[in-house]
């Protein structure tokens, strides 16, 4: 007990500190900053490392940091350096109070939960403030490159709908241009050089031909975005600014270029514990610090002892508290077997269902911890019922709820049949497959610290649901003691 108090108490107090100190790290668009090559910003588990690769870059005028469209946000507005170039939910509602909810990052279009709710209204806008969400509008059917509607596998009718925006007449799914309204955390715009490797001409998990890069007609990895909807970096910058920027007329190629650039040279991750001190030691494992982001390759399987995600942590298991239970955590991360159940595309490709497996199964792909291969998987956070705590359907109360009806002669979602309750059926609104509904493509785990809620539903407020979550959900019989291993480890990446 006491050691449990030495771990959650004397944070909070030097995490007051920590705050009293640090700048002002909110990047406004249009801003006229020089920022450095080497920057660490405080959070409240330390300070995370910023590099950039290419040199200082001066905002002014970037097309990254210059609004391109209509209602005044730029990529940074979602995309800070201090919240690991995402944004936490609690410096959204610092942002909201601090301009009275005029900042254009709650612009009504998806800064809002509907942009026809009234605008002023914190409510209008929980979940931003609450979960850290903005919607995502999707055409439904999905299309093809062309224009012309791909064929599906399933109808989709809206079950509950707290925020009004797929049921409304004008931005719904039965609206002229049916829609369907999804809620997701931004992913960090950095260290892409890692997120965009592993491309194989055919998708492991579905035996189908990747996507292709529309300028280079290679395949792609498919790991940009929850659903790989995005084939390439230069076509998710043109969806951002027509999207989330509101652009009438698209971005020229010098300002793609531009962006393109700048996200390919960034690298972020945490540099210093506030109780283990500065995480990338020379002795320590080689994976910790944005440098090693900078400097290491891509595209490296790591789920092996040979080169494992992070590195090994020997070094780390002596008689400091802090680095011996980051330790154990990345220990329990590469090694721990526990029974993987019901995920589709890991239990569901001849592996086998149940499969004695690690978190780094999943998460293999070394420095990122995201999937080398493409990487859709329901893992059960966003489909019930096999999310399995109580009380789930009160808890997710404030996101919209779908019926996936699936049709008779396609493959059935492996675990849950042809009718699925879903908050977010993920690849499946790009892909139109049965299979699909509720699979997430995961997330690079870097920069943790800086970016809560995790997941890309925000149903994780802190790091200590994540490990909550993976407990409940695959039987792991963690104790209080791994438990906190787990999370001091997910907070140094
Ligand atoms: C209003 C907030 C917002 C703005 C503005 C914004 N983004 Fe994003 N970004 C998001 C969200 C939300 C996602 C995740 C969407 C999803 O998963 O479907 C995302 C995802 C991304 C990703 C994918 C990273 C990954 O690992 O999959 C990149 C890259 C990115 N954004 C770059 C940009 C660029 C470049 C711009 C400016 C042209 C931009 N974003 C503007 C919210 C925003
Ligand atoms: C069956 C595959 C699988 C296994 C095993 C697995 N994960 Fe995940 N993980 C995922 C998927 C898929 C996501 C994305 C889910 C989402 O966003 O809804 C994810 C997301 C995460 C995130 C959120 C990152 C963010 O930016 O929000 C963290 C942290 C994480 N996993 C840690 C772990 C840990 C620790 C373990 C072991 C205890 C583990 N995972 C085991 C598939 C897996």
């Known amino acids: 007990m006491y050691r449990f108090l030495l771990a959650v108490a004397v944070p909070v107090t030097l995490a007051a500190q920590y705050q009293a100190n640090s700048r002002v790290t909110w990047i406004e668009p249009g801003a006229k900053e020089i920022i450095p090559q080497f920057d660490a910003i405080g959070n409240y588990l330390g300070k995370l490392g910023i590099v950039q690769a290419a040199g200082p870059v001066d905002t002014a005028g970037h097309p990254f940091f210059t609004p391109l469209g209509s209602n005044g946000r730029a990529c940074v507005n979602c995309h800070q350096p201090a919240y690991g170039m995402s944004v936490s939910a609690e410096s959204l509602r610092e942002r909201w109070h601090e301009t009275d909810g005029k900042d254009p990052v709650f612009a009504a279009f998806d800064g809002s939960n509907c942009p026809d709710l009234p605008q002023d209204q914190e409510k209008s806008h929980s979940l931003l403030l609450n979960r850290g969400l903005f919607r995502i509008p999707l055409a439904w059917p999905p299309r093809n490159a062309d224009g012309s509607p791909k064929p ?58 990747a996507d292709r890069d529309p ?55 945490q540099v210093e514990h506030i109780f283990a001190g500065p995480v990338a030691d020379p002795k320590g494992p080689f994976g910790l610090g944005p440098l090693a982001l900078r400097d290491r390759r891509a595209g490296v399987l790591g789920d092996n002892d040979f080169d494992p995600v992070f590195g090994l942590f020997d070094a780390w298991k002596g008689d400091d508290y802090y680095r011996a239970s980051i330790a154990r955590g990345a220990n329990i ?34 420095m990122t911890g995201q999937d ?94 994540v490990v909550d979550f993976y407990d409940r ?5 963690l104790s209080e003691t791994e438990k906190d291993d787990l999370m001091n480890f997910l907070g140094v990446l």
């Open 152 to 209: 599906v596998e399933f109808s989709i009718e809206v079950v509950r709908d707290p925020g009004g925006c797929n049921l409304s007449s004008r931005y719904g799914l039965k609206s002229a241009n049916p829609t369907l309204s999804v809620y997701r955390r931004p992913r960090p715009a950095a260290n892409l050089k890692y997120v965009t490797s592993g491309a194989q001409a055919i998708v492991l998990k579905t035996g189908m031909l």
């Open 215 to 269: 300028d280079t007609a290679n395949p792609v990895g498919m790991n940009l975005m929850s659903d790989a909807r995005e084939p390439s970096l230069k076509a998710q910058a043109k969806s951002a600014v027509m999207g989330h920027e509101e652009a009438h007329e698209s971005p020229s190629r010098k300002e793609l270029d531009g962006i393109v650039e700048f996200e390919s040279q960034i690298y972020m991750a």
């Open 333 to 366: 991360f590469m090694f721990r077997q526990f029974w993987l159940r019901d995920a589709t595309h890991i239990n569901s490709i001849g592996l086998g269902n149940p499969l004695k497996r690690t978190c780094a199964t999943c998460h293999n792909a070394q």
């Open 372 to 465: 080398l291969s493409a990487g859709w998987v329901d893992v059960g956070t966003t489909n019930y019922p096999t999310w399995t705590e109580p009380g789930t359907w009160a808890e997710q109360a404030d996101l919209p709820v779908f019926k996936v009806t699936c049709r008779r002669d396609a493959d059935p979602h492996p675990y849950l049949g042809r009718v699925i309750y879903t908050t977010d059926p993920g690849r499946a609104l790009i892909s139109g497959r049965c299979v699909d509904v509720g699979s997430i493509v995961m997330q690079q785990l870097r920069g943790l610290a800086a970016r809560a809620p995790y997941f890309a539903s925000g149903s994780a407020k802190n790091l200590r649901e």
């Open 473 to 477: 959900r695959f039987d792991m019989k």
